[in-house]
Structures are given as structure tokens and as C-alpha cells.
């Protein structure tokens, strides 16, 4: 298989384009870093509700992942 890069592989979760995509989750975030997912920023809490992260996939592609608390 032949892979192209197109030099976005490290842009920035905020870089202009459609380059992440977002997914409700749960209990995941831990298992995917425990099997060497790459962290973008950190894993953050918004107010006692989400649980939100940023993950870059193979093709540099972000996925977020929100984890609904409670």
C-alpha cells in the first residue's frame, strides 16, 4: 500500500480545513493511550459534564473523543 503525506500529519487540533472528527465515547480514552495512541494537548474536563481529548489517528487525521461524566 502506498502512502502519501500531505504535510498536515502534525497540524495543529485548530488548523484551518476539515482535519478531525469527534465521537461520544465511553470509558475509552484511557484504553486507547494504554495502546500508544498519540495525545494532542491533554485530556481535559469541561465543567462536571465531558471528558474531552484530542487523538491523532495513523494518516494524521485528529479524532476527538467526549466521554459524558455522571
Not at 497540524?11 to 480545513?17: D, I, P, R
Not at 474531552?52 to 466521554?67: D, F, H, M, Q
Amino acid at each position: 500500500m502506498l502512502l502519501v503525506r500531505t504535510g498536515f500529519e502534525k497540524a495543529s487540533v485548530n488548523a484551518l480545513g476539515i482535519r478531525r472528527i469527534m465521537f461520544a465515547v465511553d470509558d475509552v480514552i484511557a484504553r486507547l493511550l494504554a495502546h500508544g495512541s498519540e495525545l494532542v494537548g491533554e485530556v481535559v474536563q469541561y465543567e462536571d459534564m465531558y471528558r474531552l481529548a484530542y487523538i491523532r489517528g495513523p494518516e494524521g487525521i485528529i479524532v476527538g473523543l467526549s466521554e459524558q461524566l455522571g
